[in-house]
């Protein structure tokens, strides 16, 4: 059973930049599946932030692109996302998601319990 | 973007119920439509992918359909546990995009 478990500040400031991790457990991050972050204000709806390969390759969400970093570390089987230039309307609660991708097939089927990130003075 | 629109954005049943809720895509998508459903305070989990596949675990009482721009999730007998809020999403181009959700209240 795959579990992901995100991980960071709770609390960054504006125009700062929001640093998250994502630890995978139960399975290999060096396996054929797009490690994913989508985030959620609070009472609000799902936002897809984007998605990383094993391989380092990336898509962003053309809406935050310009502000989205993410990485991944094989040898700790976990992925990052950074996000720059933050302000209030970034607060949010951010998951971590694996992709799961076979012929036709592309959902988000595994989800950390997602961490809430507070942008504020 | 592909532009998803759900309704009703509630709805208040009761146990036992059949309940539809629906989800329109702003252009047509085939059948790359997963459905979600989220609990407070908790993840979304996965309910349906392209349009009317159950994942393993998801019981039969939910059921997807449709293709192109409008779907539909379906389920047959509300039970006290299916009281969330159901979210649905386009896996046709990028970015995934998600509908605003439909949440389900217990009447």
């Known amino acids: 059973q795959v579990q992901l478990q995100e991980s960071g500040p709770g609390l960054v400031k504006p125009s700062g930049t929001l640093s998250l991790t994502c630890a995978v457990s139960?399975?290999?991050?060096?396996?054929?599946?797009?490690w994913t972050w989508v985030r959620q204000p609070p009472g609000k709806g799902l936002e897809w932030i984007g998605e990383?390969?094993?391989?380092?390759?990336?898509h962003y969400n053309p809406s935050l692109k310009s502000r989205v970093t993410m990485s991944v570390d094989k040898s700790k089987n976990q992925f990052s996302l950074k996000l720059s230039s933050v302000t209030a309307a970034d607060t949010a609660v951010f998951y971590c998601?694996?992709?799961?991708?076979?012929?036709?097939?592309?959902?988000?089927?595994?989800w950390g319990q997602g961490t809430l990130v507070t942008v504020s003075s | 973007d592909i532009q998803m629109t759900q309704s009703p954005s509630s709805l208040s049943a009761t146990v036992g119920d059949r309940v539809t809720l629906t989800c329109r895509a702003s252009?047509?998508?085939?059948?790359?439509l997963n459905w979600y459903q989220q609990k407070p305070g908790k993840a979304p989990k996965l309910l349906i992918y392209?349009?009317?596949s159950l994942p393993s675990g998801v019981p039969s009482r939910f059921s997807g359909s449709g293709s192109g721009t409008d779907f539909t999730l379906t389920i047959s007998s509300l039970q006290p546990e299916d009281f969330a809020t159901y979210y649905c999403?386009?896996?046709?181009?990028?970015?995934?995009?998600f509908g605003q959700g439909t949440k389900v209240e217990i009447k």
């Open positions: 139960g399975g290999s991050i060096d396996s054929s599946h797009w």
């Open positions: 999403q386009q896996s046709h181009s990028s970015p995934p995009t």
């Open positions: 998601a694996r992709g799961f991708t076979s012929g036709s097939e592309y959902y988000f089927d595994y």
């Open positions: 392209l349009a009317s």
């Open positions: 252009q047509s998508i085939g059948r790359y």
């Open positions: 990383i390969y094993q391989s380092g390759s990336t």
